[in-house]
């Protein structure tokens, strides 16, 4: 079958990926360590190439799970749910289908967190937390799901031929949406988020955005160690709703100078309107994934038994989405790339350049990154350089 034939290649395509990857770790791993102690580097070497073969084997059950939904899956779906080919029976198709993929990758993410992530010190989840994430987000799933695949549904069935343009300006509108009540409304769901209270650090950082020209509803930390040890921070929301949200773990882990800088790289998506450039660039890939799979060869629906019902695009969407989405990846990731470099910049000159450099090492040595990447797995996957490059451009 053609579509089976098109999941196997790109699931070998990713496979291809993950080897060069990790033979490539392999040969660095042998060589002297750089940037990092001799232990943190052989230790992040490791944890790499675990990451790798696990990711190896992730691509393989999903491409399990696809191939069982194309092959028989959706037949007895459709034969189940849908009747008289309603809305509301096409959006229970799809809903049923993510909730009962999200169960399928449950056995996955358990071994991630409770095994894999344990096992190299940075998981600190107990089985109550994950249980309770796991519910909040299928009820999160039932709920925003639901709507947003009955209004799909809405845009499939009201705007005919041109339901595609209509689909499109909706799912970036979401996106839009989500951004906006993400910090405020989703993330304190999940995290207890409170205001950071060191009154020395918070007067340092509100002059560094004023310096910057943004302002911000408030700086928050978040309990983000009771789930796991890596560090982070962001500005999240738009407009009004704009936060600057530290994890506790980073405030740990680095001292103020540090994080000053981490804060001053962050700024510098603003200054540089890197949100705006991603939200672009995401709505031009999204604008082509819709017209693509509006235009899909009638065999597409056939060989996955999705014919004469509204909701087959979408659930095709779902399946190829990330097929068509790694053609686009590597320009994405280039200019993404750039934007890390011009971030990095602007986080020496608003505290200094040695901070900067500083700051990244601390980063990489407390989330265990390896200090390199090969070409062909930065081509397709890395968003952000490795340390060696972001280090080098710096100096």
């Known amino acids: 079958m053609t579509l089976i034939a098109i999941l196997c290649l790109y699931t070998a395509l990713l496979a291809w990926i993950s080897y060069a990857q990790i033979r490539f770790l392999e040969k660095e791993k042998d060589k002297k360590a750089q940037i990092l102690s001799e232990k943190d580097y052989q230790n992040a070497a490791d944890i790499a190439i675990e990451n790798e073969k696990f990711k190896l084997f992730s691509n393989f059950y999903s491409l399990i799970v696809n191939i069982s939904w194309v092959g028989f899956g959706f037949f007895y779906l459709k034969e189940w749910l849908i009747l008289n080919n309603t809305r509301l029976e096409n959006t229970l198709f799809l809903l049923a289908f993510l909730i009962l993929t999200s169960i399928l990758a449950l056995p996955l993410s358990i071994y ?44 499939y069935d009201f705007f005919g031929k041109l339901w595609w343009i209509a689909a499109f300006i909706f799912a970036f509108c979401v996106i839009l949406v989500l951004n906006l009540i993400y910090p405020t409304l989703i993330a304190p769901l999940f995290n207890k988020m409170q205001k950071l209270d060191d009154a020395n650090l918070l007067d340092k950082i509100s002059a560094l955005m004023r310096q910057c020209g943004f302002s911000a509803n408030g700086v928050y930390v978040i309990d983000a160690s009771k789930r796991d040890k890596r560090l982070n921070a962001y500005f999240g929301g738009l407009f009004k709703s704009k936060r600057v949200v530290l994890f506790d ?45 509006a235009h899909l060869p009638e065999f597409f629906y056939l060989e996955s038994h999705l014919e004469g019902i509204n909701s087959g695009v979408f659930a095709l969407l779902f399946i190829f989405g990330g097929v068509f989405s790694l053609l686009f990846s590597p ?37 265990k990154a390896f200090v390199k990447t090969s070409k062909i797995y930065t081509f397709f996957h890395l968003s952000h350089p490795s340390i060696s490059d972001r280090l080098k451009a710096l100096s």
């Open 112 to 155: 991630e967190s409770f095994v894999k992530d344990k096992a190299q010190g940075f998981s600190n989840i107990t089985l109550k937390l994950f249980i309770k994430d796991t519910i909040k987000s299928l009820v999160l799933t039932l709920i925003f799901g639901f709507l947003i695949l009955y209004a799909l549904l809405f845009c």
């Open 331 to 367: 320009v994405l990731n280039a200019l993404s790339r750039k934007n890390e470099f011009a971030a990095d910049r602007h986080g020496a000159k608003v505290t200094s350049k040695e901070d900067m450099k500083n700051a990244l090492i601390a980063l990489a040595r407390e989330n």
């Open 249 to 293: 773990t980073l405030l740990k882990a680095l001292n103020e100078k540090e994080l000053l800088a981490v804060l001053g790289h962050e700024l510098g998506h603003f200054v540089h309107k890197d949100i705006i450039k991603a939200l672009f660039n995401g709505a031009i890939i999204l604008f082509l994934l819709f017209f693509i799979f």
